[in-house]
């Protein structure tokens, strides 16, 4: 079992930046790729990015490519997501999820990640 704790949400203007954490426990960190993804009330829970169990190859919706950065770190078993020119259109829930690392080949399929924080709601405001 892997336990996923996400944090840094809150209420930004447009325009603005947040970073949000997740912190992992359980099984070894680095064994796992990670992904972040969003849902918005009312619609379906969407793929934002996700990252190798290495780092070394990171993955983006095109709705945040050159505006979110995920990034990790496999000494504090955490992952990031550094958002910057924050649009209404990003505000949801963001989850952090975990996946096999040896099988994970970059898939936005929610199906792909094994293991779900609890949430942590992103407010933006225009």
């Known amino acids: 079992q892997v336990q996923l704790v996400e944090s840094g949400g809150g209420l930004v203007q447009a325009g603005g930046s947040l970073r949000l954490s997740c912190a992992a426990s359980?099984?070894?960190?680095?064994?796992?790729?990670m992904g972040w993804f969003r849902q918005a009330p009312g619609k379906e829970r969407d793929f934002v990015a996700a990252?190798?169990?290495?780092?070394?190859?990171?993955y983006y919706a095109d709705s945040v490519k050159g505006r979110f950065t995920i990034s990790r770190d496999n000494a504090k078993n955490t992952v990031y997501l550094q958002m910057t020119s924050l649009k209404p259109e990003d505000a949801a829930v963001y989850y952090c999820a975990a996946a096999a690392g040896a099988y994970y080949r970059g898939s936005s399929n929610s199906n792909a990640f094994a293991y779900w924080g609890q949430g942590t709601q992103v407010i933006v405001s225009s």
């Open positions: 359980g099984r070894t960190f680095s064994n796992y790729a």
């Open positions: 990252i190798s169990w290495s780092g070394g190859r990171t």
